[in-house]
C-alpha cells in the first residue's frame, strides 16, 4: 500500500532512545546495576522507525533482540550511554527510557576482590553518574525539541513525576507505577500502566502491553512533532 506521509509522520526525523539498564563494574567480575528488562525502551524505538524516524538506540545490556530498522549501539556503563548518545546527536527527539545506575563505584578494583577468610567485608564508595536525560534537557546548544524521561515509581507516581520533571527541565515524563503487583509488577513484565505527564497537565493510561505503550507514545510524540513543527 501507499507508504506516504500519513503512514510515516517521522520520515526525516532523527530520534535517540536509550533503553536496559547499565552495569557498573565493582571489579572484572562484579557490577551494580538496575532490573531493567529494555522490552519498553527497544519496543519505542521499533515502534517510532515504523512511523518513519530514523532511530539510534543506545542500550544497556539486554536479552531483547537488537529491533530490526534501528541502529543500535550496545554499551556498558552510564559514561558509556552518556557518550553514546553525545555522539548520536543532533535530534529532533530523545527519549530517555533507561534504568540507568545513579552511581558506580570509585576506583573500580583491576584485579577480582578475594576474601581474606576473616569475615571482613569490602566498603564500596560510590561516586554519582552523569544524568543523561538532565544534560540533554539543559543544552544550550542543540537541545533535542523534544525530550522525554520516563520515571519508575513505586509510591505517589504522579506528584514524583511532577517534581522529576520540573527538575530534569524535560518535557514529558512518562510514569510508571513499578511497586504492585503479586507478580512483583512492571519489572519484566509484558504489561504497564504509565501517567503521561507535562507541562499541560496529566494522561493517564489504562494497563496495556508495553508493546501497546509504544505505539502509543511512537503516535503521541509524531502528532506533537506535527503540532510544533519540530
Ligand atoms: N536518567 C538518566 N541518567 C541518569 C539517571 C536517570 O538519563 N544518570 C533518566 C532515566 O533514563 C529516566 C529519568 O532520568 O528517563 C528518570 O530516572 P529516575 O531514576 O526515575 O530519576 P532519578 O533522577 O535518578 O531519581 P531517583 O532514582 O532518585 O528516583
Ligand atoms: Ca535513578
Excluded at 539510534?56 to 541502529?71: K, M, R, Y
Aim: charged share 25%; proline share 6%.
Amino acid at each position: 500500500f501507499y507508504e506516504g506521509e500519513a503512514n510515516r509522520p517521522l520520515d526525516g526525523r532523527h530520534v535517540i532512545v536509550t533503553s536496559g539498564p547499565t552495569h557498573e563494574p565493582i571489579d572484572p567480575v562484579r557490577y551494580i546495576a538496575n532490573r531493567s528488562s529494555g522490552k519498553q525502551g527497544h519496543a519505542l524505538a521499533a515502534a517510532l522507525a515504523r512511523l518513519g524516524a530514523r532511530v539510534t538506540l543506545v542500550s544497556g545490556p539486554v536479552t531483547e533482540p537488537d529491533p530490526t530498522g534501528v541502529q543500535t549501539i550496545h554499551v556498558e556503563t552510564a559514561r558509556d550511554m552518556a557518550q553514546a548518545v553525545e555522539d548520536a546527536l543532533p535530534a529532533s527527539v530523545a527519549v530517555c527510557a533507561a534504568a540507568v545506575a545513579d552511581w558506580r563505584v570509585d576506583g573500580e578494583a583491576g584485579q577480582k576482590i578475594k576474601k581474606d577468610g576473616s569475615g571482613a567485608v569490602p566498603t564500596l564508595s560510590l561516586v554519582e553518574n552523569p544524568d543523561i536525560l538532565a544534560s540533554l534537557s539543559r543544552r544550550n546548544q542543540g537541545r533535542p525539541a523534544l525530550v522525554i524521561g520516563f520515571a519508575a515509581e513505586t509510591e505517589k507516581v504522579v506528584d514524583h513525576a511532577r517534581a522529576k520533571l520540573a527538575r530534569k527541565g524535560c518535557d514529558w515524563i512518562v510514569a510508571n507505577d513499578v511497586g504492585s503487583g503479586p507478580d512483583g509488577g512492571v519489572m519484566g513484565s509484558t504489561d504497564n500502566t504509565v501517567h503521561i505527564v507535562t507541562g499541560e497537565g496529566i494522561e493517564s493510561w489504562p494497563k496495556l502491553s508495553k508493546i501497546e505503550v509504544a505505539a502509543r507514545l511512537a503516535a503521541r510524540i509524531a502528532l506533537t512533532v506535527k503540532e510544533r513543527n519540530i
